[in-house]
């Protein structure tokens, strides 16, 4: 399907303790750009993480923004500072030997002192990775779900584009021919005023029309213009990524329209060619928020 680079996913997913929440948003832009906001303890993930966006989502600005909380027994370790106990036994010794007390040291009164027991997190790395990704994916899938309703908006609203450009199109197609028929008249009548038309050789006004009408001739660009307008169709049809490509061609479709608005001595055919200019230029931007 065509996919809008606009749209928000959002997923929140606990096992065994380990949680996570991520949001992640996606703007326009002309690559790839994604911003990751995380716990330090999960930074380890970040390769892991990109990597999986990446396979989704080819292009766009892309925020995402990660809570993390593990309260799995395996994460908590309570640590033993043999050292600092050591030294707070020496010191309580030390103190009952200068003020003549008892020597009553327990395990109880030492854990009151600080730094002697530490509780650590230590995550579980493989665990905690396996909870990442399934809650990544989820969110990404509902970043793409938004992305495709949006983008098949924008689809109809570029094929409507398209026909209104092919309608512009056709009406140069109709009145290119004809161009060629007035000069011709209005040639032979400026020579009958100007002298016996009588006299003037056949050849040479055939010639002249000829010159003109190889001067003004638009035929292969109309004819490049509606092999890019069905280009443009299949690729819609086709679905995203198409958006770099798209670009190429809407600059391609203006190199025709502009080529043709040079060779143009007609009226009609420049009031035409603006209408084209105009309708492609909504198309280009419709084209930037597509992915």
Do not use: W
């Not at 949006?150 to 109709?174: H, P, W």
């Amino acid at each position: 399907m065509l996919r809008s680079m606009t749209g928000f996913g959002h997923s929140e997913y606990t096992e065994n303790g380990i949680t996570f929440s991520v949001e992640i948003k996606s703007v326009n832009h002309r690559y790839s750009d994604i911003f990751l906001r995380m716990p330090k303890q999960i930074t380890c993930f970040e390769d892991r993480i990109r990597s999986i966006i990446n396979s989704k989502i080819q292009r766009g600005k892309i925020d995402v923004y990660i809570s993390y909380d593990n309260k799995s027994p395996q994460a908590q370790e309570v640590l033993l500072d043999e050292g600092l106990a050591k030294a707070y036994c020496d010191a309580l010794r030390k103190i009952a030997e200068n003020l003549g007390l008892r020597d009553d040291i327990s395990v109880s009164l030492l854990s009151r002192f600080p730094d002697i027991l530490k509780v650590e997190k230590q995550d579980n790395g493989d665990e905690v990775g396996q909870v990442l990704d399934h809650v990544i994916y989820q969110a990404v899938d509902m970043l793409l779900d938004m992305k495709s309703k949006e983008g098949e908006k924008l689809k109809v609203s570029l094929l409507s584009n398209l026909t209104e450009i092919e309608a512009f199109v056709e009406r140069i197609e109709q009145k290119a021919p004809v161009v060629v028929r007035e000069y011709k008249e209005k040639l032979e009548a400026r020579l009958n005023e100007l002298i016996d038309i009588q006299r003037v050789d056949p050849a040479r006004i055939a010639a002249e029309v000829a010159i003109f009408a190889d001067r003004c001739s638009v035929d292969e660009e109309l004819v490049r213009l509606r092999s890019h307008i069905a280009q443009m169709r299949e690729m819609l049809d086709g679905g995203s990524p198409v958006g770099k490509k798209a670009d190429f061609l809407i600059q391609e479709m203006n190199r025709e329209v502009n080529t043709i608005g040079s060779k143009a001595s007609d009226l009609e055919i420049t009031r035409n060619v603006v209408e084209l200019k105009s309708e492609i230029e909504k198309l280009r931007e419709q084209i930037q928020n597509i992915e």
